[in-house]
Every structure is written in structure tokens, then in C-alpha cells.
């Protein structure tokens, strides 16, 4: 859909990519993100936090025999001086956890497992948080990353340069 404005090109680029995956594959999603919230991050860092959040709840729809049940929720937003990025899904079967991280489902772990560890880094690297609850069939990841203050003055020079373009 290039009808996807989110205020982040790069949130935007993701999203597109990802909801037409979603159309062609009888996915269901919904997503509420304010994405001039996420500028201070460094677009692989969003990349790899979204494009692996998504592929995840992607595979784990995909499972699911029930069409109503494919169904993703994201939502990106600022609370006060924080990100709140959160990524829900259904999901059906047992998750086993270790150190607050599901383990892969996949049959051959060796090369898999990374990408939620990937974006609990990120997180951490921000001074912020990962973390993943399950409930009545419902996974959702949340992250919290403290948004960086702008120096005194940032905010009018960076006003100055967008209406200079």
C-alpha cells in the first residue's frame, strides 16, 4: 500500500513491504504508528527492530488454520520522554523461555533465534527495554526507548532546515 505515511520514510518502506506480504497471504493487520516519533534512530536499527518484529508475527500468523485469527497488530507512539513500540500477533501451540525470550520453534536452532535477540540489543542500546508477554493466545512485544532531548536551540534549526527544502 503506498498509501503509508507514518512521518519515517524508512517505517514506511518496511510497512509497505510488509502489508503487501500481508495481503497476498490472507494477513490481517492494523498498524497506528507515528513515525516522526522514531527520526532519532538510526534507520538499521528500525529496520532490523520492525522488519524482525514483523517477520516474526508473519511466520507465526501463517500457521494458523483459522483466517480470523491471522491478525497483527502494531503501533508505535511517544509517552511522555519515551518510544512505546509494540508488535501483537496471534498465535497458537507452547512457547519455551529463556532469560525472558521465547526460543525458536524452528526444528534446527542453530541458525535461528537472532532476530528477537537482535532487537533486544537494540533496545539496550538505546538505554531502553525489550521485553514479551503471551496471554490467551496473544504474543506481543514491546519495546521502550527513552527518547534522546534535544539540545537547546536543535528544535528551531531543525524547523529552519525543513522549511528551507
Not at 519515517?8 to 507515528?34: F, G, P, Q
Not at 518510544?83 to 526460543?103: A, H, K, Q, W
Request: net charge neutral.
Amino acid at each position: 500500500d503506498n498509501s503509508i505515511d507514518t512521518g519515517n520514510e524508512v517505517l514506511n518502506t518496511v510497512l509497505r513491504d510488509k502489508s503487501l506480504y500481508c495481503s497476498m497471504n490472507d494477513i490481517n493487520w492494523m498498524c497506528a504508528a507515528h513515525g516522526e516519533q522514531l527520526n532519532f534512530m538510526n534507520p538499521l536499527d528500525l529496520v532490523c527492530i520492525i522488519g524482525n518484529a514483523l517477520d516474526n508475527a508473519i511466520e507465526s500468523v501463517k500457521k494458523l488454520p483459522n483466517p480470523e485469527q491471522r491478525l497483527i497488530h502494531v503501533s508505535a507512539m511517544r509517552q511522555k520522554d519515551f518510544l512505546r513500540i509494540r508488535v501483537e500477533n496471534c498465535y497458537s501451540g507452547e512457547l519455551r523461555f529463556v532469560d525472558g525470550m521465547p526460543t525458536t520453534t524452528k526444528r534446527d536452532a542453530r541458525y535461528h533465534g537472532y532476530g528477537l535477540k537482535s532487537i533486544q540489543s537494540i533496545a539496550n542500546s538505546y538505554g531502553g527495554s525489550a521485553t514479551i508477554d503471551t496471554k490467551d493466545g496473544w504474543f506481543e512485544l514491546r519495546l521502550l526507548l527513552p527518547v534522546p532531548k534535544e539540545k537547546k536551540g536543535e528544535a528551531a534549526e531543525k524547523r529552519d532546515e525543513r522549511t528551507k527544502a
